[in-house]
């Protein structure tokens, strides 16, 4: 197994040794893996196998070879898809009977090219691709009972396809092979067997290998992203463009109004203010309850957003690649720990602006509220992990490193820009406030909470949901 940094251990990746052997530039023809029993067959009223269930689930297989994932080539008798995402199903679904068939082969193809000139018998790896089938073997299994014997045969297949037959070390298995043979139900012993295909490829660099799987060999059209970034502009436009319109008409009346000569009954009856002044003396009223919430919400809000736009910031630059497995969540992690500080500063100002006398009070609440809720929900849903026995739960020492993390370096920092930002002056506001707040009337329907909740919410939804579904299937 090979070592996980953190990022990996978080996103619940673990690396595993393969039992298929790989010989740099060794062409490979029906390799025998191993013979498993995958449990009992399928059966009305009988609860399927693990094999079964994993293949109703749509799991996939997901190798890596000189940390290239794979790609999967999927071969029909009019197409042949790759997808360079998710890696490769384990099995199928037949559509005409609805039982569950394994992919117990695979053809392994491997694109290659040399070092250089002067690196002689050295090569790079610049794809690689995996195309699965399922094959019914028929076979008989071999004796292993001599250990000195050097052989990979696990048994003798009795009704052979042509490359694992009569043609086997000349042509590698393919989808016109499998026509008379039927597919290996996902129960029983299966026999496993691979086949590998060495192709030299020098018109990919090796700088550009990864490229393909960024951008997915553009599975989704370019018209699609352009459409949606098209969808989010216009929205975005008019809704600016509204919001100024009534800002700018409503300020024009005002001043209007305020900027003529006042007639004498006008005077007489001291007309009262009315548009933006009403309120202009309770703009910068701090908040009657939950002062010290409003400000470490605000504090971690400063947070997060300094550390998203680090992040894009260093992925932009190239610091973050898609090769560094887990980089992208440390990086995440480790500046979220190191902008402590300005969470301190900003809940420190705000705090001390507000005329707050709890101090101590507000920057343990910092230093606590949102990396505690955070950790409370991983922890609970790792505890659900361990007694599932996911590959996805996180190990002890994990947790402890982040428990490190948090106490060891992220609240010390918080306690420092707090520091910092108590001794700091207080935010000047360009109007005074008012000692007596003014009532707020009684509002309309379409002014309730639930209702501007509701519509503040779509409105942002909708200017970003085709991009955001672009990125979650990415992720998942």
């Not at 003014?438 to 501007?452: C, G, H, K």
Request: glycine share 6%.
């Amino acid at each position: 197994m090979a070592n996980e940094n953190l990022g990996e251990f978080l996103a619940g990746d673990r690396i595993e040794s393969s039992p298929y052997l790989l010989n740099m530039r060794e062409q490979m023809y029906c390799e025998q893996v191993c013979i498993t029993n995958l449990g009992r067959a399928e059966a009305q009223g009988v609860s399927p196998n693990k094999m079964v269930r994993a293949i109703r689930k749509n799991y996939h297989n997901n190798w890596i070879v000189d940390n290239l994932p794979a790609a999967s080539k999927v071969e029909d008798d009019k197409t042949i898809t790759t997808r360079y995402w998710q890696g490769f199903p384990i099995g199928y679904i037949d559509p005409s009977d609805k039982k569950a068939y394994v992919h117990n082969h695979v053809n392994i193809e491997i694109m290659y090219h040399p070092v250089g000139v002067t690196a002689v018998d050295k090569y790079r790896v610049v794809r690689f691709t995996v195309e699965p089938f399922s094959i019914d073997h028929k076979y008989e299994e071999l004796d292993d009972d001599d250990d000195d014997e050097v052989t990979t045969d696990k048994a003798k297949i009795t009704n052979p396809i042509s490359s694992c037959g009569a043609l086997k070390g000349t042509n590698h298995t393919s989808w016109n092979m499998l026509r008379n043979h039927k597919p290996a139900l996902a129960s029983g012993k299966t026999l496993f067997t691979y086949d590998v295909t060495w192709v030299q490829n020098d018109d990919l660099p090796w700088a550009s290998r990864w490229d393909i799987y960024l951008s997915m060999d553009d599975a989704i059209p370019a018209r699609v992203h352009w459409l949606s970034i098209a969808n989010s502009l216009l929205i975005v436009f008019v809704l600016s463009a509204m919001i100024a319109a009534i800002l700018i008409r409503n300020l024009k009346r005002d001043f209007k109004r305020y900027s003529r000569v006042s007639t004498d009954e006008e005077k007489a009856e001291e007309l009262e203010e009315f548009g933006w002044k009403l309120v202009h003396a309770d703009v910068f009223r701090p908040p009657l309850q939950y002062q010290m919430f409003f400000c470490v919400c605000c504090g971690t809000g400063a947070q997060l957003f300094c550390m998203v736009v680090l992040t894009i910031l260093f992925s932009a630059i190239g610091f973050l690649s898609p090769s560094n497995r887990g980089s992208l969540i440390m990086a995440q992690l480790l500046t979220f720990v190191a902008l402590g500080a300005l969470n301190g500063y900003v809940t420190a100002v705000l705090y001390k602006t507000f005329k707050g006398k709890s101090w101590q009070n507000a920057t343990t609440f910092t230093a606590l509220f949102f990396p505690g809720i955070a950790f409370s929900i991983f922890f609970i849903l790792d505890l659900f992990a361990i007694h599932e026995h996911s590959s996805d739960a996180v190990p002890f020492t994990t947790i402890v490193i982040l428990l490190v993390l948090w106490f060891g370096i992220s609240t010390p920092l918080v306690y420092l820009g707090s520091y910092f930002g108590y001794k700091a002056d207080v935010i000047e506001f360009p109007t005074n406030t008012s000692s007596i707040p003014r009532q707020i009337p009684d509002q309309p329907w379409y002014m309730s909470n639930l209702f501007t909740l509701a519509v503040g919410g779509i409105l942002p939804f909708g200017a970003c949901f085709v991009e955001l579904f672009f990125i979650l299937a990415s992720v998942w």
